[in-house]
């Protein structure tokens, strides 16, 4: 929470001025008791009613000055919450925006959601309800024990005693409660889980026909959860019984004492009523603070989890740096050379690549094929600097990764990722991604060269036609195609398919790739698939297994050297009998 | 009960259907509430009696004080008993109720047809099943007893007030309700208010999304600043909205306070006088102080507990929407059990569409012989998975019959028919648990050794044994930390335990790499012989040792035959192979 106060700078004021009128409102409130002992004592003992009215009066006008104060305190405690929660969104989205692909990976989109959304909801009205109550609360319940003192010290003394035992009871009920009622949660997370996975599993279920054992399942679940509902229910029923019992068995100390009191003409009749309302007020203000702390442990635990997030060091350079030209490139060097690369993610026992090298001329086609979880994807990632190499060097036309500024590293290299994302807007605008100023022209050359230009053209309104969320109103081939024509509208010098045409048939995939080879400057392309198809013609062709390059080449050499390759060429194409293969292996 | 509309009176008497297994414990509540409240209100007539007894120095009746000092104890210790005792009442019946609402419910899930469950969001039951099921008995059984309460609190204090004194009891009547209207008007004003803060939370929310989903891709095209402004925009509309909203209910608390303090006052000075008048005692206007104090609460609550009952009501029909709605047709009371199963399957005519207005299936013919396979290929959407729902039964013909070994299946036990067939799908389902329990799904009294060779079989065993606990890992809810690939594995190994008659594999190896996929593919074929097979399969490579392919297209088979007819046929199945040798 300490990490989260710098976002409240700039209301200073108002989270000082929102306790200070609350606490206004509550010494108004605590007069109230006095005003109505007056009015015994001196207006109905001495049968004055103009003193009766003028009290009266009194009263109202505490009624008024304390709204007053009241609703000025609310308005401060709603902007100060509310302006420190907007800058609090702000700042985790700024954050969240710079971190790195790794960071990102441990941190999890469900997660990002939650912290930005509820749990910073929850933080916002922690800390309204703080500035409102946190004070109000122990000011009354101690002003009422004051108050008591000016009344009659020996009376007073029951407050002493009371206060202590009820603040015993109320938040000894609530520390025992609140760990329990995580249990309750659990239980019901997990009766949710186990409906969620019958709706999920509905048909492998019912295949292997579990349908009862599954409703046995949930009722044990179900019935464990009522149990412990009813159990952490028959404690947590205690604390209004309890407290109830203490204020009134006050009470009566209070009135017996009292009785001494006014017998010896300590105090009177009035004060002893005024002494009996004073003990009301303090319970109704104790289970106040008992709810109000409960909100704040919660939006306190909420505030970590934001603070965690806000505390992540910024892993994405392109994001604090500012816009810087991309180095000179190296007379002769490769586009890209990778030279011992080895990468090991965050967690991970063992390197996900291992002493990778090759390299790629400017306008070479680089295949890139191997089984799930060979290292295709890792590979590719380490070339825009997704990822950094934990081991060797990645060098782009003559200059480490490292080197380049993140930004202009970026716009060099154009990625297709694996999963085809459009954002909403219009197909346009998810075009300009590419490159903001790109004029209409560029962007249906680059559609053309996806194979998309057919579909956008029919598409009512071309290239204003909307995109809906996740581009849901295109198919899983029309996303990659308009993802393929995104990167294109870079004319990066560097393109990536990262599996990107999985969804295209064979003759548009075969097609996307001559427009692509044709394309003016002759972009470096690294081709990454689980076809062979796709990759047969690559100038170099790389074929990872288990992390480690099994071979480098072109389809003819992989072909007469390559085990690995071989293999995979012919669980693809079995009855082809390759040419010039001397020792093939039997598929 | 007034506000409450037809369908919500419907409602009203299925949850009385609920409640009625707890009909002496809502008995037992209400009258512990009553007593309750009896006793509540009781409490400050004895302290305005004690008071009356400590007049002045040299006027306080000791002896009376102690007296009543002695019944305010015995009160003070029934009042909290019966409170506690009516908690506890109320906890047994919302928690037994919703117990038994979420029982109905889950059982009624796994009877209802798949057509159901595809038709529905899946979070949406879930919500239906758990948030509902919660709001219905917080909300019914909660507001129910504080309505009671309430409305007994209020009858019992202006019964109280009236008879210690009319006069001023009539100024509380009139003065109370300005707080309800007070607070109506607060709530009326700021709903609108509310809506517009929700509707700027969800728009942000929908960029959240977007951006947390895919921030890989927005970091890829340099787009970090542009999303900010967005976010920003959207965010100082957001605090500007939430700002009024948050302000103008927060009005709510000190204004009804307010009116509170307008009652004390009206009473204080109201009783004063009558005391003059020798109308009342001290006491006696100390009893009604704190009367004027309790009496505006049950009001305040009250306002909030019609809202509540509403809303209960509602999630209450959500949920009786989903135990309402029809089950599967249950199997026919003479229907048979498959036994010794041969495998000749036959669709005859059939006739099968999802929307009435879309017909996809029509006329469909086909026969498998026992042990044959019958590979199903064509593009995307041509009806290959429908298929396959139709012959396990998730969804029923519209017209024409299917049989399995000369049986209508619509005869058959579905549970038998079900069993009868292994079925591997692309979407690889496991359940949270165990890798043995996932493996052992269809036979759960398989031994170790049956297990391990199912997994064996299947090329998982390699994989399972280098996980932290081996065959005793738990995992997640869908798999969790295994890759697609190896949980595409253990769907396979759970069938191989089985081995059942006949097996579907709709895309079974797509997540497995070709090498992998190869020696799986033997596993298969052996797992195959002498079972009547329906295989659908992108890979070209998988089908062609099919006995039989048919090739699908808009729900029609356009061709069939296997794969070397099929090639010289020059039809849509040899373009659609001979694009995989694309010459470029």
Known sequence: MKRLLCYMKGYGKESVLGPLFKLLEASFELLVPLVMAAIIDTGVANGDRGYILRMGGVLLLLGFV??????????????????????????????????SFSQL???????????????????????????????????????????????????????????????????????????????????????????????????????????????????????????????????????????????????????????????????????????VNYMSQILVELIKLANLIITITRALASANRVAAVLDLPSGNAAMEEAQSAAPKPVPGAPAVAFEGVGLAYDNAGAESLSDISFRAEPGETIGVIGGTGAGKSSLVNLIPGFYAATRGHVRIFGTDVQDWPAAALRAAVGVVPQKAVLFKGTIGENLRWGCSDAPDGALWDALARAQAKDFVEQKEGGLEAPVEQNGRNFSGGQRQRLTIARALVRKPAILILDDSASALDYATDAKLRHAIRAMEGGPTVFLVSQRAASIRHADKIIVLDDGRIAGIGTHAQLLAGCPVYQEIYDSQFPREKHAGAPAGKEA | MKGFDQTQRGTLRRVLGYIRPYAWLVALSLLLAALTVALTL????????????????????????????????????????????????????????????????????????????????????????????????????????????????????????????????????????????????????????????????????????????????????????????????????????????????????????????????????????????????????????????????????????????????????????????????????????????????????????????????????????????????????????????????????????????????????????????????????????????????????????????????????????RLPEGYDTYITEDGGMLSQGQKQLLCIARVMLCLPPMLILDEATSSIDTRTELKIQEAFARMMQGRTSFIVAHRLSTIREADVILVMKDGHIIEQGNHETLLAQGGFYAELYNSQFDPS
């Open chain 2, 42 to 465: 009781y409490f400050p007539i004895l302290t305005g009696d004690a008071i009356d007894c400590i007049l002045a120095p040299g006027q306080v009746d000791f002896a009376s004080v102690a007296k009543i000092a002695a019944r305010m104890a015995v009160v003070v210790a029934l009042t909290s008993l019966a409170q506690w005792l009516l908690s506890l009442c109320n906890n047994h019946i919302a928690y037994g109720t919703v117990r038994g609402l979420r029982d109905a419910a889950f059982a009624h899930i796994e009877r209802l047809p798949l057509k159901y469950l595809d038709a529905h969001a899946h979070g949406e039951l879930v919500s239906r099943v758990i948030a509902d099921a919660d709001q219905f008995s917080e909300g019914l059984l909660m507001g129910f007893t504080q309505l009671f309460t309430g409305v007994i609190t209020i009858l019992g204090t202006l019964a109280f007030m009236f008879s210690l004194n009319w006069q001023i009891a009539l100024v509380v009547v009139l003065v109370t309700p300005v707080s309800l209207f007070v607070a109506a008007f607060i709530a009326k004003r700021t709903y609108a208010m509310f809506k517009l803060q929700s509707e700027t939370r969800g728009e942000q929310t929908a960029l959240i999304e977007e951006m947390a989903g895919n921030q890989k891709v927005v970091q890829a095209f340099g787009q970090e600043r542009n999303l900010l402004g967005r976010f920003d925009e959207i965010n100082e509309r957001l605090s500007k909205a939430s700002l009024r909203a948050i302000f103008f209910s927060s009005i709510t608390n000190p204004a009804t306070r307010f009116v509170n303090g307008l009652v004390y006052a009206a009473v204080g000075v109201a009783g004063a006088f009558s005391a003059i008048a020798g109308g009342i005692t001290v006491g006696g206007l100390s009893c009604f102080l704190s009367y004027a104090n309790q009496y505006t609460k049950p009001f305040n609550e009250i306002s909030g507990v019609v809202t509540e009952l509403q809303n209960a009501l509602a999630c209450a029909a959500r949920v009786f929407e989903l135990i309402d709605a029809p089950a599967e047709t249950p199997d026919a009371p003479d229907a048979q059990t498959l036994s010794d199963v041969r495998g000749d399957v036959t669709l005859s005519h059939v006739d099968f569409s999802y929307d009435p207005a879309r017909p996809l299936i029509e006329n469909l013919s086909v026969a498998a012989k026992h042990g044959q396979r019958v590979a199903i290929v064509g593009p995307t959407g041509c009806g290959k998975t429908t298929l396959i729902n139709l012959l396990m039964r998730f969804y029923d013909v519209d017209g024409g019959t299917i049989q399995v070994d000369g049986h209508d299946v619509r005869k058959l036990t579905r549970k038998s028919l079900r069993t009868s067939y292994g079925m591997v799908l692309q979407d690889t389902w496991l359940k949270a648990g165990t890798i043995r329990e996932n493996i052992a799904m269809g036979r759960p009294d398989a031994t170790q050794e049956e297990i391990v060779a199912a997994a064996k079989a299947s090329h998982a065993d390699a994989f399972i044994r």
């Open chain 1, 105 to 275: 990976d441990a941190l999890g989109a469900s997660t990002v959601i939650t912290r930005m959304t509820s749990d910073i909801n929850q933080v916002q009205t922690g800390v309204n309800l703080a500035l409102r109550l946190l004070l109000r609360s122990p000011f009354i319940v101690f002003g009422a024990m004051v108050m008591a003192f000016t009344v009659d010290a020996k009376s007073a003394l029951v407050f002493v005693g009371v206060i202590p035992l009820l603040a015993l009871v109320v938040f000894g009920v609530m520390l025992w409660t609140i760990p329990q009622y995580r249990r309750v949660q659990a239980g019901l997370d997990g009766v949710l889980g186990k409906t969620r996975e019958t709706l999920s599993g509905a048909r492998v279920l019912r295949a292997f026909a579990r349908e009862d054992a599954e409703i046995a399942a949930f009722e044990e679940k179900n019935a464990a959860l009522t149990r412990m509902q009813r159990f952490v229910g028959r404690v947590s029923a205690l604390m209004n019984p309890l407290t109830y019992a203490l204020i009134n068995l006050a009470v009566l100390v209070l009135l017996n004492t009292g009785a001494l009191q006014v017998d010896a003409g300590h105090i009177t009749q009035g004060e002893l009523v005024a002494l």
């Open chain 1, 66 to 99: 304390g709204l007053a104060a009241s609703i000025t305190a609310q308005y401060f405690s709603a902007k100060a919450a509310v302006g420190f929660a907007g800058r609090l969104r702000h700042a985790l989205f700024e954050k969240v925006e710079s971190l």
